[in-house]
T-cell receptor, first 111, second 114 residues
């Protein structure tokens, strides 16, 4: 079946630092890709998505580009804030509309 | 509008018991999907219900079951609980289903099995 591999955390950054969280996937066909974020004590929220190759999803300063040639969907943000501290999940929607989640990456931003 | 509501938020059971969790979707959403989140296995898809019918199922044993009512509220049941069933159970709703729409997640029900 399909799988999603995320960089292990926790990732600890200072405020205004540049963020990259790597995500690669294995899938047959052309899956849709998502980044979801989970703040402490809350459910997951969609951060951004891309549904085809070369699409760039963006939201709240975060960006990720669907790279089919490298089967990657890395999350980036130019300047993180303390409020970005959360767990980030890379998600692949495989054939049959089943979601496959990465393990999650904890991000801690220090002021 | 109200979000996805899961009850109870926390519960403790012992091995061999059974448990029922409830999920009330956003008004107008017809799809409810369930997920298990554990430190070891991460987030895993359990099943999806749409208009009272199970539409998709993940790789979980038959002890895990669910149903959806005519008002779209969904319940998940786990029978003969095992220690490994301790997890955060999340549900998500969407208007037409996982493939068609963005999911809105509830805050989860945290189950501890002793």
């Amino acid at each position: 079946g399909d799988s999603v591999t995320q960089m292990e955390g926790p990732v600890t950054l200072s405020e205004e630092a540049f963020l990259t969280i790597n995500c690669t996937y294995t899938a047959t066909g052309y899956p849709s890709l998502f980044w979801y974020v989970q703040y402490p004590g809350e459910g997951l929220q969609l951060l951004l998505k891309a549904t085809k190759a070369d699409d760039k999803g963006s939201n709240k300063g975060f960006e990720a580009t669907y790279r089919k040639e490298t089967t990657s969907f890395h999350l980036e943000k130019g300047s993180v804030q303390v409020s970005d501290s959360a767990v980030y999940f890379c998600v692949c929607m495989e054939y049959g509309n089943k979601l496959v989640f990465g393990a999650g990456t904890i991000l801690r931003v220090k002021s | 509008k109200a979000g996805v509501t899961q009850t109870p938020r926390y519960l403790i059971k012992t091995r061999g018991q059974q448990v029922t969790l409830s999920c009330s979707p956003i008004s107008g959403h017809r799809s409810v999907s369930w997920y298990q989140q554990t430190p070891g296995q991460g987030l895993q898809f359990l099943f999806e219900y749409f208009s009272e019918t199970q539409r998709n199922k993940g790789n979980f044993p038959g002890r895990f079951s669910g149903r959806q009512f005519s008002n779209s509220r969904s319940e998940m049941n786990v029978s003969t609980l095992e220690l490994g069933d301790s997890a955060l159970y999340l549900c998500a709703s969407s208007p037409q289903g996982i493939g068609a729409n963005v999911l809105t997640f509830g805050a989860g029900s945290r189950l501890t099995v002793l």
